[in-house]
């Protein structure tokens, strides 16, 4: 898959998932806004239900008289005939009642703000609770009763309220401020469509936190299910980034493979054609010297074949360690002796600084010493012109580490998270002759890791590398 195609995927699925988000968003929004008009559309509706029991309670004449009487200094309605006199006859008493109905029914229409002082607290509440309930309104809220005439409340939150200086005190609690501008509220005791004696106005504190919790399980759903598919897309993304980085690394080591392997087999082509040529073959000197070009290039490829196979091992964790004493400043002596060949052909210098006391550790020789020869093979490999490397041993608490340093070409902070890869091999730059499969250091980790040590590395471009192995001394395999 091309580099443009998974842009093309990461970008078509990013415009996707922002298009969800947004119409999610918006449908939620819509289904606030949905259920705060239809609470709304309740509230007033209870409020008018509330309103119409509070003025046909106001329809009692002696309520009103002495109510009227308190403010004005004498009655307005009067009866001739009490109803409830049982000595009068039964038409004179309905004729009574009828009459006490058609007045109390618009006394209040007469002085609509004496009515408004005659609603009774205990029924307002009880009218204001069954009203909510019926409608499966079950919050905490404040409510009040505003007279007009004198721009107070006259009842609020269950109590009676007095005016003072223009500041209401309540006999119980304090001041609903909120109560002021509340958007729930109507009418009492209105004469046509100017004159109105008050409101009954309710204000809830929670009122947000309900609307939002009727959408909570949505809300939560979604997010839960966007969220999913936001992991389920980068997992799939990264799997494909992988499987790219995966598939360029393998055509890489095939392609590093090829060039190996071209060589030692191109070279023993050449010398076994060569021992065929009659003129050599009475030469038992050059015979010799061909069949040990052979000998060598053979052990070449063997070599690479085994480390092949080796990482194979690692892999599948088939591989038994030898466990076994090993003396690690012996090791690293070898080992120096080995690559200082190879160093001081190419005029550089290669210096052992052992400084180990207790140098003895369990492990698998074989495979310490390949670790060994690896890092030096490394720092020898990407180091330019002449090398200049240092192979140290020292004592740690719990063991013992081996630290590997160059001035080579060093490594970027990319490379640095990725150099114990497989087949991941650093950009030499302008140095065109390193060879090998990128397996080197996954091994060495892999081996580190095996005798339960540690491996870490410090590098600056153009300034070396400095590699550190450490190996613990109460090393124990599984038995």
Known sequence: MSKRIIQSIIILMSISLLGITIIQYVWLKRGIEVNA????????????????????????????????????????????????????????R?????????IG???????????????????????????????????DYDYGIYS???????????????????????????????????????????IGDTETAGSLRIFFPKRGTFLFSAILPSLISSILFTGLILFCFIYTINIILTQKKVSQMKTDFINNMT????????????????????????????IKRYAG???????????????????????????????????????????????????????????????????????????????????????????PDKPNITLETRDVNNGIEIIVSDEGIGMSKEDLKRIFEKFYRVSTGNIHDVKGFGLGLSYVKAIVDAHKGRVSVRSELGKGSVFTVFLPTNFVTKD
């Open 37 to 92: 008009e239809n609470f709304d559309d309740k509230v007033i509706f209870a409020l008018n239900r509330v309103k119409q029991q509070i003025e046909e309670d106001a329809n009692d004449v002696e309520t009103f008289n002495n109510l009227y009487k308190q403010n004005r200094g004498s009655s307005i309605f009067k009866l001739d005939i009490d109803p409830a006199d049982q000595a009068i006859s039964p038409l004179d």
């Open 94 to 102: 309905y004729r009574a009642d009828r009459l006490k109905n058609q």
């Open 105 to 139: 029914s618009t006394a209040w229409f007469i002085e609509p703000s004496v009515a408004l002082y005659s609603v009774d607290i205990s029924d307002v509440e009880k009218y204001l609770n069954t009203e909510l309930q019926d409608q499966d309104i079950d919050l």
């Open 148 to 190: 007009n005439k004198d721009s107070v409340f006259v009842i609020a939150n269950g109590s009676y309220t007095v005016s003072v200086d223009n500041e209401e005190q309540f006999s119980e609690g304090g001041e609903a401020d909120a109560l002021y501008e509340s958007a729930y509220q109507v009418n009492l005791f209105s």
């Open 259 to 286: 060039h190996e392997f071209k060589t030692p087999i191109a070279t023993i082509s050449l010398a076994a054609d060569s021992i065929n040529n009659p003129m050599i073959m009475s030469r038992p000197e050059q």
């Open 293 to 383: 070009i052979i000998k060598e290039e053979n052990s070449r490829m063997l070599n690479q074949v085994e480390k092949v196979l080796q990482i194979a091992k690692l892999d599948k964790e088939d591989f038994e360690l030898k466990v076994t004493d090993i003396d690690i400043n012996e090791l690293a002596k070898s080992a120096v002796e080995m690559t200082a060949l190879k160093v001081n052909d190419r005029g550089g210098t290669i210096k052992a600084l052992i400084q180990s006391t207790h140098p003895v550790v369990k492990g698998d020789e074989n495979h310490v010493s390949n670790v060994i020869h690896n890092l030096l093979d490394n720092a020898n490999k990407y180091s």
